[in-house]
């Protein structure tokens, strides 16, 4: 897997989103164990199951264009994971995958308008907003991030770096707030001073994207 200083080549990203599908299907025990102390305890089948249909998806297409890729990811994610948690990355990933057609290399502005749509997607397809013990709690940060180093003028890899601390910052955070959205809403004691499973889902995936976009990997 290839990317130059300044950018992440289509091949690369598509490359690294496998990879990090690919670690968020392993890491389906660990998830599914965080969400039981606040949700119904299967956030890790869920989503591995929409990894695993997004990996199936790179697997069986010639799709080079990494916008298009992401789009149909977003709608294979949405068939075949159908839930809460689905259906918003599936959102996450059609948006962002909106500002990245036509694309050889992306760059780190690229990078931040991706997760921004995504972002966005989300708390409008959620009705939700920032405080509010979600994964919008990781995913906005994660796009703040990215657009402040972004606007600094880092590297793809620098942006997609920053946009990952930042999510896991984010998730951590949500430990201190109170639900107010799914079955955490209705055990608030539960869920205190936990961080949100969906927050850290989007944080891991991050993470894992970020590290498998570097070259040598």
């Given amino acids: 897997m290839t990317a130059s200083h300044d950018v992440i080549t289509a091949d690369a990203f598509l490359r690294a ?3 990090a599908s690919a670690d968020m299907c392993a890491a389906r025990d660990e998830l599914c164990e965080l969400d039981a102390a606040a949700g119904d305890g299967d956030l890790g089948v869920t989503l591995a199951t929409g990894f695993q249909a997004a990996r199936d998806y790179l697997a069986g297409s010639d799709e080079a264009d990494p916008g298009a890729a992401l789009v149909g990811i ?3 994610f949405a068939r075949k994971a159908p839930s809460t948690i689905g ?10 995958g ?5 694309l050889d ?3 780190g502005g690229r990078i931040a308008v991706m997760l921004d749509a995504g ?3 989300v708390a409008e397809r959620g009705r939700a907003s920032v405080g509010e013990r979600t994964v919008l709690d990781a995913m906005r940060p994660a796009a703040d991030a990215a657009a402040a180093a972004a606007n600094d003028g880092d590297t793809a890899l620098d942006v997609l770096h920053a946009a990952a601390a930042a999510a896991a910052e984010g998730a951590d955070a949500t430990a201190g707030m109170e639900a107010r959205h799914g079955r955490a809403g209705w055990i608030p004691d539960r869920a205190r001073g936990r961080p949100d499973a969906g927050a850290a889902a989007w944080a ?9 976009a570097r070259p040598g990997r």
């Fill in 98 to 102: 909106k500002e990245l057609r036509e």
């Fill in 119 to 121: 972002a966005i997607g």
């Fill in 105 to 107: 290399v992306i760059d």
């Fill in 74 to 76: 977003g709608g294979e």
């Fill in 17 to 19: 989103f496998d990879a």
């Fill in 204 to 212: 891991m995936f991050l993470a894992a994207l970020d590290r498998h």
């Fill in 87 to 96: 259906t918003l990355l599936a959102t996450a990933f059609m948006r962002g």
